[in-house]
């Protein structure tokens, strides 16, 4: 089948990519001649694992292809995808100004029966403003738009798209259905379910996953944080209730609060819809008030360790990116954390294998940057562990020792047992268990 993938971003390139590579034919394009430029050699403009070997084979079989010219992508193209950036508002309302921009653009370009898919999140309703846009240039029997929300991790997106465990698609038409349904039945193999359903509801879906998620987190950070003041330990409670089924073992994992580019802008986003459809989503308010509370609770930990006095305090940071296997730090807890012991007056060394330079824009001469986890601790105060990377949980605790001023860890991802931590000797504050 002939796609074309409007924007490539995180979920534009996955799913051109992954499209690809079930045979299909694609044209991505994007606005960005610079990035148009770095793929059509291979170069991706993000880290993710798997990507660039997968995009190098499609550009080697001339399955994928990139270009700016939006006409030249949708000319022969039967489904059209817009993976198109939806930022938040002043207000955290999605602002939908680039998928409509892009629904005009499609309106004077479109001869022939398209399927226009919005992959991006975008509000409930978003489907028929698009239908709307095209609706005043073309004829119905040219298009059917279709909600297809993307439910990928970043650092985990190509297995995540490949496998998915379940495909949701938003639509009334028939004719959608056939086509979509041939497009990911090759992904569903296994028998995981594609569920074709009314636009509104596959936008709701979207919203209602990332919500439930960031609550689920939530709900584990304020355990946590009861935990350390009763005297229990967060990982044999998160085991303990994770085995239920109901309730199931992942994203109970207690931190720093969620971050990233999805859950912060949804969980905002969702609690607009509710007031703009004047109702008090109560929950989801609290789940806003919890995760910014989260971020804090390392600062406050460290202030009450240090008696209040961070001035000339000198702190390594192993960890910058909102999570492991990716070099996206937008919405990361780190940031307010690093903020905040600068303002502190405290000084930071900090470390991350892949988001170092992302972190180097926002931050520029603030902080000093190490070339490897151990040049961070030289003469520290403290370590700050912010992001679970795998090559942090296997250290040489010696080499630890050695370097830092105090042998002082505070882990924001509870990344090392207890019992081990007190054999060694170490100063150990993590999150929902005893110091
Ligand atoms: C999230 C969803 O998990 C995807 O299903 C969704 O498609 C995506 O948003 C999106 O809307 O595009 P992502 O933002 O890549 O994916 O990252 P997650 O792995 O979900 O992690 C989000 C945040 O939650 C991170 O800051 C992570 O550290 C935190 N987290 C996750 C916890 O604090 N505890 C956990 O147990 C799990």
């Not at 606005?31 to 080697?60: F, S």
């Not at 399927?115 to 119905?140: F, H, Y």
């Not at 090759?186 to 009314?198: A, E, K, L, S, W």
Request: aromatic content about 8%; hydrophobic content about 40%; proline content about 4%.
């Amino acid at each position: 089948m002939k796609i074309a993938v409007v924007g490539t971003g995180y979920v534009g390139l996955v799913t051109g990519t992954c499209f690809a590579e079930t045979g299909n034919h694609v044209t991505c394009v994007d606005i960005d001649r610079n990035k148009i430029e770095a793929l059509q050699k291979g170069i991706t403009p993000i880290y993710e694992p798997g990507l660039e070997v997968l995009l190098a084979r499609n550009i080697k079989e001339e399955r994928i292809a990139f270009t700016d010219n939006l006409k030249e992508a949708v000319e022969e193209a039967v489904v059209i995808f817009l993976a198109l950036p939806t930022p938040s508002d002043q207000d955290g309302s999605a602002d939908l100004k680039y998928v409509l921009q892009v629904a005009e653009q499609l309106g004077d370009l479109i001869t022939s029966y398209k399927v226009v898919v919005n992959k991006s999140t975008v509000p409930v309703g978003t489907s028929e403003k698009v239908a709307a846009v095209l609706s005043k240039k073309i004829a119905p029997e040219l298009f059917d738009v279709v909600s297809n929300p993307e439910f990928l991790r970043e650092g985990v997106a190509v297995e995540d798209f490949l496998k998915p465990e379940r495909v949701v698609v938003g639509t009334r038409s028939e004719k959608a259905t056939k086509i979509m349904a041939d497009l990911y039945n090759p992904f569903v193999r296994q028998g995981n379910p594609i569920y074709f359903m009314d636009p509104r509801s596959a936008e709701m879906t979207k919203y209602a996953a990332n919500s439930f998620l960031a609550m689920k987190i939530s709900f584990m950070n304020e355990i946590a944080n009861l935990c350390e003041r009763t005297g229990a330990n967060v990982d044999w409670v998160r085991m303990g209730i994770g085995s239920d089924h109901r309730i199931g073992k992942r994203f109970l994992f207690p931190g720093i609060g969620y971050g990233g580019s999805c859950f912060p802008k949804d969980v905002l986003a969702l609690n607009l819809t509710a007031r703009e459809h004047e109702y008090d989503f109560q929950l989801l308010q609290s789940v806003l008030t919890v995760n910014k509370h989260q971020k804090k609770v390392i600062v406050q930990k460290i202030k009450r360790h240090f008696k209040d006095a961070l001035q000339g305090k000198r702190f390594a940071i192993w960890g910058l990116a909102f999570k492991p296997e990716t070099d996206d730090i937008r919405d990361a807890p780190s940031l307010e954390i690093i903020e905040a012991l600068l303002n502190e007056g405290a000084t930071l060394n900090v470390y991350d294998p892949v988001a170092m330079e992302n972190v180097r824009g926002r931050f520029g001469n603030r902080i000093t940057y190490s070339a490897n986890q151990y040049e961070a601790l030289d003469g520290a105060d403290a370590l700050l562990i912010l992001t679970e990377w795998s090559e942090f949980r296997n250290p040489d605790f010696d080499k630890m020792k050695d370097l830092l001023k105090t042998h002082t860890i505070f882990d924001g991802r509870n990344v090392y047992a207890l019992d081990k931590m007190e054999e060694l000797n170490f100063h150990y504050e993590s999150i929902g268990r005893a110091v």
